[in-house]
């Protein structure tokens, strides 16, 4: 469930995407998550004192970080993943060198963790980086400034993203649960009076959103 709130994997169906009891997922889209971490992961038949994924995961929780941040450290190349076979399709065939993990905990126990960059916060939001950015732009996504390496760099807080996806909800979102397309939703909430705030009609965003507090 920390994969998919930091969405690095897409639920389908669940109690805060449709209200169901369970999670469901589309099994492409998780075959293209694993796919997508094992690429990153060089082959390689031995290593020295070889860490298991499992027990990458458990060191991880126990320096107060989690699976999201191993993963994202897989996929930035901050972490040097290894697989001794060329077809991987579950993440417990990964493994680490034990300096190469060490290394990789000691640097990320020394970044800032309550803010990620605007790149990563797309992802987080399922959004492409230009969306996210106008979003930004507009000030519907709150950014603030964090020192990094010396110097100021503009930011988005978890908080922030709490907040914009308590506050709003896109077109596409409300296409999917309704199982119609993004324009038709757009046009019948036209009907009922509700306009978006956002989109490419009213700023030239790529994106229709709504207020969720509009949405009946």
């Known amino acids: 469930m920390k994969l998919v709130k930091a969405g690095l994997i897409k639920a389908i169906k669940g109690p805060k995407v449709d209200g169901s009891r369970h999670w469901a997922f589309k099994k492409q889209d998780v075959d293209e998550f694993i796919a ?5 992961a060089t082959y390689c038949l031995f290593a020295d004192e070889p860490v298991t994924f499992a027990k990458a995961v458990r060191r991880c929780t126990a320096k107060g970080l989690c699976i999201v941040d191993q ?14 076979s060329i077809q991987v399709t579950n993440l417990k065939d990964l493994f680490f060198n034990d300096a190469d993990f060490r290394a990789f905990l000691y640097n990320e126990k020394r970044t800032i963790k309550w803010a990620v960059t605007i790149r990563e916060a797309s992802r987080m939001l399922g959004l492409n980086e230009e969306a996210t950015r106008h ?9 603030t400034s964090v020192p990094v390496d010396g110097r100021l760099r503009r930011q988005v807080s978890l908080d922030a993203i709490e907040r914009f996806k308590a506050t709003y909800v896109s077109a596409s979102s409300l296409a999917a649960h309704k199982n119609a397309s993004a324009r ?17 009609a009213i700023d030239g965003s790529r994106q229709y959103f709504y207020r969720r507090s509009a949405i009946a």
């Open 36 to 40: 997508s971490v094992a690429n990153q």
């Open 135 to 143: 979003l930004v732009h507009k000030g519907f996504l709150e950014t």
């Open 184 to 200: 038709s939703v757009v046009a019948q909430l036209q009907e009922s009076g509700t306009n978006p705030v956002t989109g490419p």
């Open 71 to 84: 993963i994202h450290g897989v996929l930035s190349g901050e972490l040097k993943a290894l697989k001794c």
